[in-house]
């Protein structure tokens, strides 16, 4: 006679329960490392465009600092500059003889101006102006072609030009104040509160030859 066999034993299984409390804490914790992890790449990609954008900008103030102190015949000027020796003008804009032939007559006037930014950077709230060059070829004291123009630097928040006269006129003195803010990358600025903080930079410098 054959002993009776027992109940085999029941075996647990996770519950439904269990699976989708294990999934939530499984999620949850992705989401908290993705975020952390697109917030890691964009504080990089902002603190690399500020970096980028002051080494850009310390080479156009440099760029800037070598056409003033090697320009002749400034302008505008004052209309008396014994009585109004310091000018500021509005707009910013500077202008001089950058270069001339064997005769003393100019070959090439330069002009730094402020220019308005297009209308799209600042609909998107980016900042309002730009920086430009624009230099003008002269032959026998006339002008030659169309001016040559470019932009020295872009998202410009604010750029003053302090020029500093004597009796002539004579410009002894030019002071740039630039204040540009990086492209502060809107994406990380709305889902990372990040934003590349504005650069200021500002130069004197005098002309090389003031008679």
């Not at 917030?39 to 440099?62: D, G, I, N, Q, W």
């Not at 998202?155 to 002894?172: A, E, I």
């Not at 002071?175 to 809107?186: A, F, G, S, Y």
Request: include cysteine.
């Amino acid at each position: 006679m054959n002993p009776p066999r027992s109940a085999p034993s029941a075996r647990r299984a996770f519950s439904l329960i269990e699976l989708l409390i294990a999934l939530t804490i499984s999620a949850t914790l992705l989401v908290a490392t993705l975020s952390a992890l697109d917030a890691c790449f964009k504080s990089y990609k902002t603190t690399s465009e500020s970096a980028s954008a002051h080494v850009v900008a310390r080479m156009v103030m440099h760029r800037v600092s070598a056409l003033i102190r090697n320009g002749e015949e400034f302008g505008p000027y004052p209309v008396n500059p014994i009585l109004t020796p310091v000018l500021v003008p509005d707009p910013p804009s500077l202008e001089f003889v950058s270069a001339r032939d064997g005769a003393g007559l100019p070959t090439e006037v330069t002009r730094l101006e402020r220019r308005d930014a297009p209308s799209w950077v600042i609909a998107e709230g980016g900042p309002p102006f730009e920086l430009w060059n624009v230099r003008t070829r002269f032959s026998g004291g006339l002008p030659v072609g169309d001016p040559e123009e470019a932009p020295l630097l872009r998202n410009v928040q604010h750029v003053q030009f302090t020029l500093y006269y004597d009796v002539g006129p004579r410009l002894t003195r030019a002071t740039v104040d630039l204040t540009l803010r990086p492209d502060d990358l809107r994406d990380a600025a709305v889902a990372a509160g990040l934003e590349t903080p504005s650069i200021r930079l500002v130069t004197s410098v005098s002309p090389r030859r003031v008679d």
